[in-house]
């Protein structure tokens, strides 16, 4: 949750969501607001509301998301267990949010696969390969989203 000087709630969610937090807190004490942070609206109305994004494809979005939870982790996990050691970071989590859009009456979802590995390179290259090629037939998919945090020591 990121909470801006006037303690108003700008953003509410899972800190992997933001790019950099520290950018996001200095930018907040500057008087300005982070890019993807929802602005408190004039006169008490509570928040403004974003633009709702994200797709109507929400019965796609669950098959591979439990795809990924029945199957696919496992097998990642098999396969790389012990191999990591050492890594302070080493995970991969699908992440969905879903908002009403009221215009439309419709419920839009939005679809992240955050991919955070950090480490010596010769242990998570071999990860990131992997997961690229796992995850390539949904690579053309539009709401298949990647957040690749890889940094390596």
Same mark, same amino acid.
């Given at each position: 949750?990121?909470?801006?000087?006037?303690?108003?709630?700008? @953003?509410?969610? $899972?800190?992997?969501?933001?790019?950099?937090?520290?950018?996001?807190?200095?930018?907040?004490?500057?008087? %300005?607001? &982070?890019?993807?942070? #929802?602005?408190?609206?004039?006169?008490?109305?509570?928040?403004?509301?974003?633009?709702? !994004?994200?797709?109507?494809?929400?019965?796609?979005?669950? #098959?591979?998301?439990?795809?990924?939870? %029945? *199957? *696919?982790?496992?097998?990642?996990?098999?396969?790389?267990?012990? !191999?990591?050691?050492?890594?302070?970071?080493? @995970?991969?989590?699908?992440? *969905?949010?879903?908002?009403?859009?009221?215009?439309?009456?419709?419920?839009?979802?939005?679809?992240?696969?955050?991919? #955070?590995?950090?480490?010596?390179?010769?242990?998570?290259? &071999?990860?990131?390969?992997?997961?690229?090629?796992?995850?390539?037939? $949904?690579?053309?998919?539009?709401? @298949?989203? #990647?957040?690749?945090?890889? $940094?390596?020591?």
């Amino acid at each position: 949750m990121l909470i801006c000087p006037k303690g108003n709630i700008v @953003f509410k969610g $899972h800190p992997a969501q933001r790019k950099d937090l520290v950018s996001d807190f200095d930018t907040l004490l500057a008087g %300005n607001m &982070p890019e993807g942070c #929802v602005p408190y609206s004039e006169g008490g109305e509570g928040p403004s509301m974003p633009e709702c !994004k994200g797709t109507d494809k929400l019965d796609a979005i669950n #098959v591979v998301v439990d795809d990924f939870a %029945n *199957t *696919t982790a496992k097998a990642l996990q098999a396969e790389f267990k012990g !191999k990591l050691d050492g890594c302070p970071r080493a @995970f991969c989590v699908m992440v *969905t949010t879903t908002a009403y859009e009221g215009e439309s009456d419709s419920f839009k979802t939005d679809f992240k696969n955050f991919r #955070v590995l950090v480490g010596p390179a010769d242990k998570i290259d &071999p990860v990131v390969a992997k997961l690229e090629e796992t995850f390539a037939k $949904h690579a053309s998919e539009d709401w @298949f989203q #990647v957040e690749n945090r890889v $940094h390596k020591m």
